[in-house]
């Protein structure tokens, strides 16, 4: 059972990468946090010892002050030292003696106050005006009821410890950062003896059956590359086996049917003098003799496809000349030829007597499977020459319209071949399609434009390069 | 006089088989099993028509084409095994005038045969005397001569030169060749043309990588010119 995935399936890679990331940010995150706090309440259990101790400090000057005259209370309070904000304020006998006007007692915290009047030293943290405080309150050692407070601005320090906050919030970014860097590294290495053997797979795929993966150092992935490249070996030798086979028995097939030929032919030469049930039976001989020579000349080309060692005879061939001729040569049914007028001087590069197989043998296919061609057309789409062939037979299901390229898959069920009278051995669109290929071309089947049941093969071959002018050279019929 | 086929086949049933086929089309036929016994049967008695198999014991059919060929014009009709291979090209530049691949229809071989032998005796009465530049063409005589000298061409080449000279300047596109001079439809070989253009000019041009004479056309064909 596959669980319902809301997300696409992300590849190792990616995964790799996030999970680097993602503990880099934990890691990171911690750390910045538990900085940031141990920072913080450091910094601040230090400013406040720091302002306590000033303050009872000053405390004690101004008791010491009051009691030894009657003094100018200001004076006195502006000659204690402080530090830069922090503004000492003086409470004696109920009247408040601010030593800086804009912090008088309204900028002390009343909880404070009453704790200080009550007779306590008290220290307390507090907001004011929108910003950071600490006040500090000494209940002066006087016969007059006298209290110092000091209150002390830590908004520098909010601030220095707000911009230490930010710098942590960076580094576990930029830690994060490298975290996926390093995963996304570390992933790229860990896959790329991967990748090579996926490429390496994909090369063999397409043919190139000497492909081999590079061994390695790395005794965790010399095993992977070794036992990859045993298995390309033994594929290659497999397949070289079975088209040597091929190739072999089609040649041997050759000399006898070659004599077959020949023989047959002097019995057909003879065939009047033969007693009518020879002639029956040489009939049915030279019948399949001949479907004989057709297959084994098939499976002669297929294994040259196959043993890689087809070339074409290419030339410059004029497309609608070609066409004309290779219906002409294949049937001498009358198909109703479609020629794009515009393609008249129009040549590719081709072997011609292999685009005439083509071009026959998908004409041969319409006569067998589709009740005969009933239209062939020859127009110019885009940069290419496309050459399809119509007939109004069944037509082919959109589920065999590759499978009907394949050897020996006639696409068809074993009673409508029957029909067709069993011939046709099931070569001739796989050779469509590996001389269509060897091209550079394209084939395929789709219905009919016009909507009616039938199969229309599509032919398209590349590049038709400008048109030759012709000489009237050509015109010999 | 019956016309002479001498047929160079190792295998003896086809051998046997393509005899009884062409002594049907009234033919006389003489078998040899290896290069050298043709060869020996060849200077013995010439034959109207020599049909190579490539794949022979001991002497190949290449050399063997070659051998004949040296002092011989005779129509050579190669047997391949494969259409695609050099094998085809090798063969026409050995000197063979036609190939076939097996396993061929008898019916093709005899008409290649009969498109040989009309070749070899065609020669149209009428032809004037042909001039280019250093190159004369007698085609009622079957003589050509280059500045003055008289050169050998087999028949298929002789053929092909008188058909390029018939119309001097005009292309001739490669089906036109080979419809005119070997008798083929529309689908026949283009190489058969080129090796024997090639073959052409190598004993009517004075530098045959430079003709001046039998110029390829591209994309169209060949002309004659002067």
């Known amino acids: ?477 | 006089m019956a016309t002479r086929i001498l047929t160079v086949e190792d295998d003896e049933r086809i051998r046997t088989a393509v005899k009884l086929a062409l002594e049907d089309e009234g033919w006389t036929v003489e078998e040899s099993e290896t290069g050298e016994e043709a060869l020996a049967a060849f200077s013995r008695k010439a034959a109207d028509v020599v049909l190579i198999d490539i794949m022979l014991p001991g002497l190949d059919g290449f050399e063997v084409c070659r051998r004949i060929r040296k002092d011989s014009d005779v129509p050579i009709v190669m047997v391949t095994a494969r259409a695609d291979t050099h094998d085809v090209v090798a063969g026409l530049e050995a000197g063979a005038d036609d190939y076939l691949t097996k396993p061929f229809a008898p019916k093709e071989l005899s008409a290649r045969i009969r498109a040989l032998l009309r070749r070899a005796r065609a020669s149209d009465p009428a032809s004037p005397h042909l001039r280019f530049g250093d190159l004369e063409i007698i085609p009622d005589e079957g003589v050509v001569r280059r500045a003055g000298q008289e050169i050998h061409l087999t028949k298929t080449e002789f053929k092909l030169l008188v058909e390029l000279a018939s119309s001097p300047g005009r292309v001739f596109s490669r089906e036109v060749l080979l419809e005119r001079v070997w008798g083929y439809g529309y689908f026949g070989d283009g190489r058969l043309v080129d090796v024997h253009v090639r073959r052409l000019r190598t004993k009517v041009e004075n530098d045959p990588a430079n003709p001046q004479h039998v110029v390829t056309v591209r994309g169209l064909g060949y002309k004659l010119q002067a």
Not at chain 1, 455 to 476: D, I, K, Y
């Open chain 1, 1 to 477: 059972m596959k669980r319902p995935r809301f997300l696409p399936r992300l590849g190792l890679r990616a995964r790799i990468t996030i999970a680097f990331a993602v503990g880099a940010l934990l890691l990171s995150a911690l750390l910045a946090a538990s900085t940031w706090g141990f920072t913080r309440q450091n910094q601040l259990d230090q400013r406040s010892t720091s302002a306590t101790t000033l303050a009872v400090a000053n405390a004690e000057n101004m008791a010491q002050g009051i009691n030894a005259a009657t003094p100018d209370l200001q004076e006195l309070l502006q000659a204690q030292p402080r530090p830069t904000g922090a503004h000492p304020i003086l409470l004696y006998e109920g009247d408040w003696y601010p030593a800086d006007p804009s912090y008088g007692e309204d900028a002390l915290p009343r909880e404070l106050i009453e704790v200080v009047q009550g007779g306590d030293d008290a220290r307390m943290r507090y907001t004011y005006d929108g910003e950071v405080y600490l006040a500090v309150g000494v209940k002066l050692d006087t016969d007059v009821d006298a209290a110092y407070f000091e209150v002390v601005s830590l908004e520098e320090l909010e601030q220095t410890l707000e911009t230490l906050g930010f710098s942590l919030i960076a580094a576990a970014l930029v830690t994060t950062l490298c975290g996926a860097g390093l995963g996304w590294w570390a992933a790229r290495r860990v896959l790329r003896p991967l990748n090579r053997v996926g490429a390496a797979a994909k090369d063999i795929a397409r043919g190139d059956l000497a492909t081999r993966v590079e061994a390695s150092d790395d005794p965790d992935l010399a095993q992977l590359a070794e036992s990859f490249n045993e298995m390309a070996a033994a594929l290659e030798q497999r397949i070289e086996r079975d088209t040597r086979f091929a190739s072999n028995v089609s040649h041997e097939l050759r000399s006898p049917l070659t004599t077959l030929s020949a023989s047959i032919t002097v019995l057909e030469n003879h065939r009047d003098d033969m007693p009518e049930r020879a002639r029956a039976a040489l009939d049915l001989m030279v019948a399949d003799v001949n479907r004989f020579r057709q297959l084994i000349e098939d499976l002669l080309e297929i294994s040259r496809f196959d043993a890689g060692v087809m070339h074409l005879d290419v030339y410059e061939v004029r497309v609608a000349e070609l066409v004309m001729q290779a219906v002409g040569a294949a049937t001498d049914a009358d198909i109703p030829l479609d020629i794009d007028s515009e393609l008249a001087g129009v040549v590719v590069e081709a072997d011609k007597r292999r685009l005439m197989r083509v071009i026959a043998n998908l004409i041969d296919n319409a006569a067998k499977y589709g009740g005969g061609a009933t239209r062939v057309e020859l127009r110019q789409v885009d940069d290419k020459v496309q050459i399809a062939v119509e007939d109004d037979g069944p037509g082919i299901p959109d589920e065999d319209r590759d499978r009907i390229f394949d050897r020996f898959s006639r696409g068809l069920s074993a009673a409508d071949r029957r029909t067709s009278g069993g011939e046709g051995v099931g070569l001739g669109l796989s050779l469509v399609a590996e001389h269509i290929r060897l091209h550079k071309g394209r084939v395929f089947v789709e219905d009919r434009p016009d909507g009616r049941s039938g199969a229309r093969f599509v032919v398209q071959l590349p590049a038709a390069r400008g048109s030759a002018s012709s000489n009237g050279n050509s015109a010999e019929s």
